[in-house]
């Protein structure tokens, strides 16, 4: 039986658009902590947290607190995970993958952009000049809003764009803008993840930039 075709085998992109949390940083533990922490405060169950990852923490916070409360609650979750960033770690292949694409790349993250810029400090991640965080658009993953910008401001289509995701959120996020999606199993099992190529992590792709186009590829094993 003749094998597979590669998912990406003679195609490439104008950009690579990396979600941050999960994907290039690992950042449960600080996360989980926060959130916990908040959820103590405010007298949630934190069991009701489960399913969240990915999502933006104003999409969270509004199913759990009044209207009157959501900016204060916010402010306070926020304050929290800037406050704990300790145990950050960057997750395999992430770093050489940010590298590889260089000027073609974007980190696109659910985070607001003062704990984006904390996270990506404490870990000593190559920064893409392009950062679309939270604060840059009104409708959060799993809309593709984020996505949308972040191809617009690169100046690319987003048809012409890869997604590189952990969480199906994002991934819904990605196809709903008409990018392509690359997923690593590093926070949710593959039978969870709908997305062209599944992957266990970066380190298990390589990406070259010819031309100014961006080629993405398996690692043989």
Not at 35 to 55: F, I, N, Q, R, T
Not at 117 to 145: F, I, M, N, S
Not at 156 to 177: T, Y
């Amino acid at each position: 039986m003749p094998s597979r075709p590669a998912p990406f085998s003679g195609r490439t992109f104008a950009a690579v658009l990396f979600d941050m949390d999960g994907t290039l940083v690992d950042s449960t533990a600080a996360v989980v902590r926060s959130w916990v922490a908040w959820a103590a405060e405010v007298g949630v169950d934190p069991y009701s947290l489960a399913g969240h990852h990915g999502v933006p923490a104003r999409a969270i916070v509004e199913k759990f607190v009044p209207a009157e409360r959501v900016d204060a609650a916010i402010a306070r979750i926020e304050e929290i995970e800037l406050g704990d960033t300790a145990d950050l770690t960057v997750l395999p292949g992430a770093a050489e993958a940010l590298d590889a694409v260089d000027g073609h790349g974007a980190i696109v993250t659910s985070c607001t952009a003062p704990l984006a810029a904390a996270r990506l400090g404490a870990t000593d991640l190559p920064r893409p000049q392009l950062v679309v965080t939270a604060d840059d658009v009104t409708r959060g993953k799993p809309h593709p809003e984020p996505y949308l910008l972040a191809a617009e401001r690169l100046g690319a289509d987003p048809a012409d764009c890869l997604v590189v995701e952990d969480a199906p959120s994002g991934l819904e996020a990605g196809r709903n803008a008409g990018c392509a999606t690359l997923a690593v199993t590093t926070t949710t099992a593959a039978a969870d993840l709908f997305a062209d190529l599944v992957v266990g992590t970066l380190a298990d792709v390589r990406f070259t930039v010819t031309g100014g186009r961006v080629a993405v590829a398996e690692v043989a094993t």
